[in-house]
């Protein structure tokens, strides 16, 4: 195959990434995007400060361009993302306890309900969980409403748009040696053993000097899995752009039935949130493929 989208739909996967709306004005992008890839996120414009900018006043005018685009150029749309600690617009910012809880449930209806129908999975709750050993939440003003905030989030995103898949999706769950990883898998496995509704997680796979990508991803993929729930390669980006260690990725998720797609975090190096030293996607900075690219495209 000669363009990655169609290479993973040999598979059955999609081979996404993530669209700034700013850029769509932008050929040399828009030529790369329209080609390659056949899964879109908004990269922020689908986020609760975006679409909610005024409490109770809903701005979809962003995330409709992003979503317009990718519907008009044959592509589907991964919500990103409903309730999340960081990108609260500064009113949600302010607000505590069971004022936070409904306005979360709020947010939720108010946004599925625009894109009711239209999207293929949501990052319903964004990176909940806790960096380092404790193996637990984040603390967060949502967190603060009480433990049982994600599954709410959960429950009013299915009652809002039963169509999709409902996903959560975070950082540094990759490593299954990781505490984290060991947090998240729990919560998981609770929610399915409680009929919590939930379809996917999302491994975010940020990889770099610090998290870097290690080869018992293919077991944190395959033990999501065993629960019962698809996993998405939600967010690649390789600092240092090694292909070897995406084509590792790609195969990791071949080897999982239920890996149903891979997006990377941005088109050319250039529009990486990154930087463009950080080497980290499939094209360069000038739109030409990198050793990254073919890596992946011969992988899939
Ligand atoms: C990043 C965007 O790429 C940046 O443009 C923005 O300034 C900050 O957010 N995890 C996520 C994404 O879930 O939403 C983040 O996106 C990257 C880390």
């Not at 598979?11 to 828009?30: E, M, P, Q």
């Not at 409490?55 to 919500?79: C, L, M, P, T």
């Not at 979360?104 to 990176?127: L, P, Q, R, S």
């Not at 999706?169 to 998981?188: C, E, F, L, P, R």
């Amino acid at each position: 195959e000669s363009t990655l989208g169609a290479a993973a739909q040999q598979s059955g996967r999609y081979f996404g990434t993530a669209i700034a709306s700013g850029k769509l004005g932008d050929s040399a992008y828009t030529t790369i995007a329209g080609r390659e890839f056949d899964m879109v996120t908004a990269e922020n414009e689908m986020k609760i400060d975006a679409t909610e900018p005024n409490r109770g006043q809903f701005n979809f005018s962003a995330g409709d361009r992003v979503y317009n685009w990718a519907v008009q150029n044959g592509k589907r749309v991964r919500g990103h993302t409903l309730a999340w600690h960081n990108q609260q617009p500064g009113w949600m910012q302010q607000l505590s306890g069971s004022t936070l809880r409904q306005a979360m449930i709020n947010h939720i209806n108010g946004v599925m309900n625009h894109y009711k129908g239209k999207i293929y999975a949501w990052d319903v709750v964004n990176e909940a969980y806790a960096d380092g050993n404790s193996g637990g939440r984040r603390d967060s003003n949502l967190q603060r409403t009480g433990n049982d905030w994600i599954e709410v989030a959960f429950r009013t995103a299915r009652a809002a748009d039963p169509a999709a898949k409902l996903c959560y999706n975070d950082y540094n769950i990759d490593n299954w040696s990781w505490a984290k990883t060991q947090g998240v898998y729990n919560m998981v496995r609770d929610f399915k053993s409680r009929g919590v509704p939930i379809d996917c997680v999302g491994l975010q796979s940020h990889f770099n000097g610090n998290s870097p990508y290690n080869s018992n991803y293919r077991t944190t993929i395959q033990s999501f899995a065993a629960l019962g729930v698809d996993v998405q390669i939600t967010e690649l980006d390789i600092q240092g752009g090694s292909a070897t260690t995406y084509a590792n990725v790609v195969n990791d998720c071949l080897a999982v039935p239920r890996c149903t797609g891979i997006s990377v975090w941005g088109v050319r190096d250039t529009d990486s949130w990154l930087g463009s030293g950080a080497s980290a996607l499939l094209f360069d900075g000038n739109g030409n493929k990198k050793a990254a690219y073919t890596a992946v495209l011969n992988a899939l």
